[in-house]
Each structure stands twice: as structure tokens, then as C-alpha cells.
């Protein structure tokens, strides 16, 4: 569908196809409710944020000005992880989710993995808030657990807790800080928290690495999603720790450096 046909669809409460099958007219209401929504969009604000929800991996979520929408490539990272998690010898699979925004991630696996439980980690309370009505409306709220708190203060504290997940995902900010204001207008009116990854775009990348041995099992796995042209940099700080082995970069639907995963080695816990 094209932006005005989502927008008629969503105002109308209707399928595509009954915009031209028994069309219906816009009443008066409809009318105003249409303009206000082509206004907003002419003022640069993106579609998913004006008719409230977007589509990913076939899920409905809610979405507003607290959390970035969901991209189509990162429907890719969850194809990966849910293949990953499906050979995973522990039930259920524990899967840590770091800056989950919408919850897409988390609801996805939720979804597709049978037997496991999420736990997602997001600085934004309002990210929360999303993601936990997301979590009800696709009833997987009995497989997530939404944490309202910044990613590296819980990779500390819960360290000492001693629990460990088989799974850790990510699809972090990994803008540069420098680059924000360089984005389109769109882009630019998504929350700027979840774009900005520091003066170089790596700032989460290497301090979720320094803890994240603490909390996999032997031969759990680590996936993130990256920038295009992150992936050297990122094996580089990889290659810092001893503990991964098997670290591969994917491609994106472009044919793009878009994500990697790595392994925790079995002989982690000697050099712990």
C-alpha cells in the first residue's frame, strides 16, 4: 500500500481492496482526521507514528514517538536467532534482549520459538509501557519480561544474580553522534536515544561486550544488528575477548554488512 492508502485504511477501518470495492465515503469526522494525517506527514513525521502501528514479520505493533520503528532488515536478525534458539539443547531457551524500543524482537521470538522466555531491557520507561502492550495484544505476555532500565546498569547488577540466558540480541544504536543531524527528516523525528551510538557509533557494541561472557551458557550465542559499515570495527572488538569464537557478518536484503553472531566458547569458564 501506498502512505495515502494506509492512511484511508486506517482511518476507514478497512482493507485495502474495500478502498475500491464498495468504496465507503470519508464522513465529516473521517475528513478531518485524514487532513490532520497528510499534514503531518507533509511536516516530516513518519507514517507508522501518524497512523499508529506498523507491520513486523506479519505482527501488528502499536508505535509512537517513544520508541524507533521497526526496520524490515531486522527481520532478518530474528529469522537468524530463531533458527539458532530452535537447535538450543536447554528448554526453555532464556533470551536476553538489550534496548528492545517496541518490543519487536522479543515479540517475535516469543512467537516463533516455542518453548522460551524473553527478557527485554529498554533506558525508556515510555519504550516500556510499548512494548508491554505490545507484548498483551499478541498474547505473548506470559513468555517476556519488559525491564525498564539503562542496558549497562542491568548487565551489572544482574551479574551478581548469576542468571544466565542462551541468547543474547541486540540491535543497539549505532549512529554516530556527529551524523544525527544528517538523517532524513523522518529519521530525525524518531527518539534519539535509540539512534545514538556515540562519537564513533560503537559505544554499545563494546560495553555490551564486556559483560555479555557473564551472562551466556556455554556455547550460547550473541547477535547484533549493525551499521553497513561497522563490521570490521566490531570483529576487531570482538577479537578483544577470548571467550567468542565463530564470529560471522551477515548480509542484509541490499546485499550490506548488516549483522553478526558469535559464540561463547565452552572453555570460557576457564578463562572467567
Not at 551479574?159 to 527528516?185: C, H, Q, T, V, W
Not at 560495553?207 to 561472557?213: C, F, N, P, T, V
Not at 547477535?223 to 570482538?238: S, Y
Amino acid at each position: 500500500m501506498n502512505e495515502r492508502e494506509q492512511m484511508l485504511t486506517s482511518v476507514l477501518n478497512c482493507r485495502r481492496v474495500d478502498l475500491y470495492v464498495d468504496r465507503k465515503e470519508l464522513n465529516p469526522v473521517q475528513q478531518k482526521q485524514y487532513r490532520q494525517m497528510l499534514d503531518r506527514r507533509a511536516q516530516g513525521e513518519p507514517l507508522q507514528y501518524i497512523i499508529g502501528h506498523c507491520e513486523f514479520l506479519n505482527t501488528k505493533l502499536f508505535v509512537n514517538k517513544h520508541v524507533l520503528i521497526p526496520r524490515p532488515e531486522t527481520e532478518l536478525l530474528v529469522e537468524m536467532a530463531v533458527e539458532k534458539a530452535r537447535m538450543m539443547p536447554n528448554r526453555p531457551v532464556r533470551i536476553l534482549d538489550l534496548g528492545t524500543g517496541s518490543g519487536n524482537i522479543a515479540i517475535a521470538l516469543a512467537k516463533r520459538v516455542h518453548d522460551c522466555h524473553v527478557v527485554s531491557v529498554d533506558i525508556s520507561r515510555e519504550a516500556i509501557m510499548v512494548a508491554t502492550e505490545n507484548a498483551r495484544k499478541n498474547f505473548v505476555a506470559d513468555k517476556t519480561t519488559f525491564v525498564w532500565c539503562d542496558m549497562f546498569r542491568f548487565l551489572s547488577i544482574d551479574e551478581e544474580l548469576g542468571r544466565k540466558f542462551d541468547m543474547i540480541i541486540s540491535n543497539p544504536p549505532y549512529i554516530k553522534a556527529g551524523d544525527i543531524d544528517n538523517l532524513p527528516n523522518d529519521v530525525q523525528r524518531e527518539p534519539h536515544i535509540a539512534l545514538n551510538g556515540g562519537q564513533d557509533g560503537l559505544m554499545f557494541y563494546r560495553e555490551i561486550l564486556k559483560r555479555a561472557h557473564h551472562f551466556l551458557r556455554e556455547e550460547g550465542c550473541i547477535l547484533f544488528e549493525i551499521g553497513e559499515d561497522q563490521a570490521q570495527d566490531i570483529t576487531q572488538i570482538f577479537e578483544q575477548y577470548p571467550y567468542f569464537r565463530n564470529t560471522f557478518v551477515f548480509r542484509d536484503y541490499a546485499d550490506r554488512d548488516r549483522f553478526m553472531c558469535s559464540q561463547l566458547s565452552a572453555l570460557s569458564a576457564v578463562v572467567n
